[in-house]
C-alpha cells in the first residue's frame, strides 16, 4: 500500500457467508493502520479499508455464518429493529438529541428505521422506504429511488452518528415479464469483525420486504438480484487481533485456521436450520420472546412482528 492511501478493495460472491469470510481476510491481508474513536490504550491500531462488496445471491444458502457476535434470538430481534421500528420508541427526545454529548439521557439518539421510514425534517415526516416502493413502482428503471439516514443537524454533535447513510434500488426486467429488484447500501464507518454480517442479514431482509411491496403494486414478479455493500471505512479493531491471530502457545488456533480447519458447511448454517432460534432461542431471545418481553412496544409494531412470527411458524419463509 502507498503511505498515506486508504486501500480499495473489492469482493464479489454468491453468498453472505463467502463474502463475510472473504472480506475479513482481504482488510486483514491488505488494510492501513489507522486508529480509530473507540481505541482503548494499548490497543493497536485498526486494520482498515473503503470495501465494495457485492452478493450475487443474498437469499443463497447457507445464507448465515456461525462466526458472529450476537446469539441468533439477538439478530433476529435486530432484524425486527431495522425493519420494523421494534425498538424506534428507545429514542430520546429531540432536545435530548440537540445537546450532542451534553446529554445525560442514555437512550439512543437514533434507529435505522426511524430514519428510513420516518425521516423528520421542517416539522414533515418522511417514509423514504415508501417513497422508494412508490417511484419503482411507477417507474422501474428510475435512478431517483433512493433513502438516506444522515442528518447534518442531529448527526455531527453526537458520538455514535450512524453508519449507514444511503439505500438506492433499481429494477431491471428479467426477460419473462417480471422485474430484479437490485440494491446498494452505503456506509460511512462498519465493525467488519462483529457488525458487518448482522447489518446485511438485516438490510437483505429489507431488500426482500422491498421487492414484495414492489410486487404487489405493479402485479408482476419481482426477484432479488445482486447486493451491493459499499464502505467508505470497513475495518478490524485493534481489540480484535486476538481472536483474529489466535494464541498458539495457548493452542488456540487463528481465525483463518479456524476456517481451513472446518468445511464450509460447518462454518455455516441454513435458513430452515436458523428458523426455530429466530422465533425463540431458548434464552430469552426471539419474537416470541421479544412480544412477551416488551410491553411498551407501540401496538402497529407488534401487529407487525407477530405477522413476522406467523410466517416462521406457518408458511414455507426464508429468514
Same mark, same amino acid.
Given at each position: 500500500?502507498e503511505s498515506?492511501?486508504? +486501500?480499495?478493495?473489492? #469482493?464479489?460472491?454468491?453468498t ?18 489507522i486508529r480509530?474513536?473507540?481505541d482503548h +490504550? ?6 482498515d479499508a ?7 445471491n443474498p437469499f443463497?444458502?447457507?445464507?448465515f455464518h456461525r462466526?458472529f457476535?450476537?446469539?441468533l434470538?439477538?439478530? *433476529?430481534?435486530?432484524? !425486527?429493529e431495522v ?5 424506534d420508541?428507545?429514542?430520546k427526545?429531540?432536545e ?6 451534553k ?12 430514519? $428510513?421510514?420516518?425521516?423528520?425534517i421542517?416539522?414533515k ?5 415508501? *417513497? !422508494?416502493i412508490?417511484? $419503482?413502482?411507477?417507474?422501474g428503471y ?5 433513502a438516506i439516514?444522515w ?10 452518528? +450512524?453508519c449507514l447513510?444511503?439505500?438506492w434500488?433499481?429494477?431491471c ?7 430484479i ?5 452505503h ?9 458487518w454480517?448482522?447489518n #446485511?442479514i *438485516?438490510?437483505?431482509t429489507l431488500?426482500r420486504?422491498?421487492?414484495e ?6 402485479k408482476?414478479r #419481482? ?10 471505512s ?8 486476538r481472536?483474529?491471530?489466535?494464541? *498458539?502457545?495457548?493452542?488456540i488456533?487463528s481465525?483463518f ?9 460447518e462454518?455455516?448454517w ?5 428458523? +426455530?432460534?429466530f422465533?425463540?432461542?431458548?434464552v430469552?431471545?426471539?419474537l416470541?420472546? !421479544?412480544?412477551e ?5 407501540p401496538?402497529k #409494531?407488534?401487529k407487525?412482528?407477530a ?6 411458524e406457518?408458511e414455507?419463509?426464508?429468514?
Amino acid at each position: 500500500m502507498e503511505s498515506g492511501n486508504i +486501500p480499495v478493495l473489492s #469482493v464479489n460472491e454468491d453468498t453472505i457467508p463467502r463474502a463475510y469470510e472473504k472480506a475479513i481476510r482481504e482488510v486483514w491481508e491488505k488494510g492501513a493502520s489507522i486508529r480509530t474513536e473507540y481505541d482503548h +490504550p494499548g490497543d493497536p491500531a485498526s486494520r482498515d479499508a473503503t470495501v465494495i462488496i457485492i452478493v450475487r445471491n443474498p437469499f443463497g444458502q447457507p445464507r448465515f455464518h456461525r462466526s458472529f457476535a450476537d446469539g441468533l434470538g439477538g439478530l *433476529a430481534e435486530y432484524v !425486527m429493529e431495522v425493519v420494523h421500528g421494534a425498538h424506534d420508541y428507545w429514542v430520546k427526545p429531540l432536545e435530548e438529541i440537540l445537546k450532542g454529548t451534553k446529554s445525560k439521557d442514555t437512550r439512543w439518539t437514533y434507529t435505522y428505521h426511524g430514519r $428510513l421510514f420516518e425521516f423528520r425534517i421542517e416539522d414533515k415526516v418522511v417514509n423514504q422506504i415508501g *417513497a !422508494m416502493i412508490d417511484k $419503482l413502482s411507477k417507474t422501474g428503471y428510475t435512478r431517483r429511488a433512493q433513502a438516506i439516514t444522515w442528518n447534518p443537524k442531529l448527526d455531527p454533535p453526537t458520538e455514535d452518528p +450512524p453508519c449507514l447513510q444511503r439505500i438506492w434500488g433499481r429494477l431491471c426486467d428479467d426477460g419473462e415479464g417480471g422485474y430484479i429488484y437490485n440494491m446498494n447500501t452505503h456506509w460511512r464507518s462498519r465493525d467488519l469483525f462483529k457488525a458487518w454480517f448482522e447489518n #446485511v442479514i *438485516a438490510l437483505t431482509t429489507l431488500m426482500r420486504k422491498i421487492a414484495e411491496a414492489i410486487s404487489q403494486r405493479t402485479k408482476k414478479r #419481482v426477484k432479488l438480484g445482486r447486493y451491493v455493500d459499499i464502505c467508505d471505512s470497513l475495518h478490524i479493531y485493534g481489540s480484535y487481533f486476538r481472536e483474529i491471530e489466535g494464541d *498458539a502457545e495457548k493452542g488456540i488456533k487463528s481465525f483463518f485456521e479456524t476456517l481451513e480447519s472446518r468445511s464450509f458447511e460447518e462454518r455455516t448454517w441454513n435458513s430452515d436450520f436458523i428458523k +426455530p432460534y429466530f422465533i425463540n432461542d431458548g434464552v430469552g431471545k426471539g419474537l416470541r420472546p !421479544m412480544l412477551e418481553r416488551e410491553k411498551d412496544m407501540p401496538e402497529k #409494531v407488534r401487529k407487525a412482528i407477530a405477522e413476522e412470527l406467523r410466517l416462521m411458524e406457518e408458511e414455507d419463509y426464508l429468514v
